[in-house]
Nanobody
Framework: QLQLAESGGGFVRAGGSLRLSCQVSGSRMGLDEIGWVRQTSGPDHEGVACISISGVNTYYGDSVNGRFTISRDDGKNTVYLQMNNLKPEDSATYFC???????????????????WGQGTPVTVTG
């Protein structure tokens, strides 16, 4: 199993920055790709970013590419999402997710990934 615990969400003005953290624990550590998706309303989600198991490869959704950066610190068992130049349309609940093939499927709005965190809300005011 894998447990994912997000933190770092909150309120920020447009143009500002936030850094989300995902603390990873459990017996499956090192076996899954990890990333972030976000959800506003309804069951569908938007793929935000994904990082490979090695940490060498990173992938981004079109709407955040160039503004968000995903990284991982294996010594701290933590994956980060640095969000810069935030826009009101970035407001959502952000979920840390993990799956053996996450980086292949994370952009699919209806994909059901193996492991989910509880989510952390982000609100960007204009």
């Amino acid at each position: 199993q894998l447990q994912l615990a997000e933190s770092g969400g909150g309120f920020v003005r447009a143009g500002g920055s936030l850094r989300l953290s995902c603390q990873v624990s459990g017996s499956r550590m090192g076996l899954d790709e990890i990333g972030w998706v976000r959800q506003t309303s309804g069951p569908d989600h938007e793929g935000v970013a994904c990082i490979s198991i090695s940490g060498v490869n990173t992938y981004y959704g079109d709407s955040v590419n160039g503004r968000f950066t995903i990284s991982r610190d294996d010594g701290k068992n933590t994956v980060y999402l640095q969000m810069n130049n935030l826009k009101p349309e970035d407001s959502a609940t952000y979920f840390c997710v993990a799956d053996p093939l996450l980086c292949t499927w994370y952009k699919s709005p209806t994909s059901d990934f193996a492991f989910w965190g509880q989510g952390t809300p982000v609100t960007v005011t204009g």
